[in-house]
């Protein structure tokens, strides 16, 4: 009969330690990474910098694999050349591409390739343009200010500052995603570890009881 108690008391300790262990060990699910902004630097001072939203990349390592252009809330650009400072890109402009990034597990972000291309109107008329975005160079034929409206077509071409098959600078701006508040699925398994062993030792008290009421 003691022995049986001392038992139970044995499991019914293990299983509260479990239950505290689960609670302890509450690590949230792994963070991913969002993304605030990209900007690609090219020579003469021209540039392009993209601004996202939370959307949130991740688990860690992330990729390579491409961005979500969706994600992406506004364009600046910066054009040396006369002219085409007065014409002004936005998103509504967007006509296709991609960027392709790799994160890694320290949530250091690569970007890994991209296109983009913008374009407004059709060359007629003015600020009209045309803008293509590659690693190796910035292309832009656009329609700088006339008094008479017509197009007095230009074009413009940016080489990446540094070269390579990805050339440009690039300078990246991310965070680290808020971690989940979803419990991690070992956390899980020891809280149901230990309340499945309360059960089962509550199980074996009832037929103990009933000797004893017996006897």
């Known amino acids: ?80 050349t006369p002219g085409a400072g007065d014409i002004n890109v936005t998103m509504s402009d967007f006509q296709s591409g991609y960027i392709g990034a790799y994160i890694n ?41 006339s008094p008479t409206g017509a197009c007095n077509k230009q074009n413009a071409v940016w080489t990446s500052l540094t070269g390579g098959p990805v050339g440009s600078a690039y300078s990246i701006v991310s965070r680290e995603a808020p971690p989940s508040d979803v419990p991690e699925p070992i956390t899980l398994s020891i809280l149901l570890l230990g309340l499945l062993g309360i059960f089962a030792s509550r199980k074996i008290r009832k037929p103990e009881a009933a000797k004893a009421i017996s006897a």
């Open 105 to 145: 597990e320290l949530g250091v972000v690569s970007i890994t390739s991209f296109f983009l291309t913008f374009a407004r109107g059709d060359l007629s008329s003015v600020y009209d343009y045309f803008l293509d975005i590659t690693p190796q160079d910035m292309y832009l034929d656009y329609c700088p200010y």
């Open 1 to 80: 009969m003691n022995r049986i108690n001392v038992n139970q008391k044995r499991l019914k300790a293990l299983c509260l330690g479990f239950l505290m262990l689960g609670s302890w060990y509450t690590g949230s699910a792994s963070a991913g990474i969002i993304i605030d902004s990209i900007t690609a630097n090219f020579s003469s001072g021209a540039f392009f910098k993209l601004e996202f939203d939370d959307t949130e990349y991740g688990p860690l390592p992330y990729g390579p694999d491409n961005i979500y252009l969706s994600g992406v809330t506004g364009i600046t650009t910066g054009f040396t």
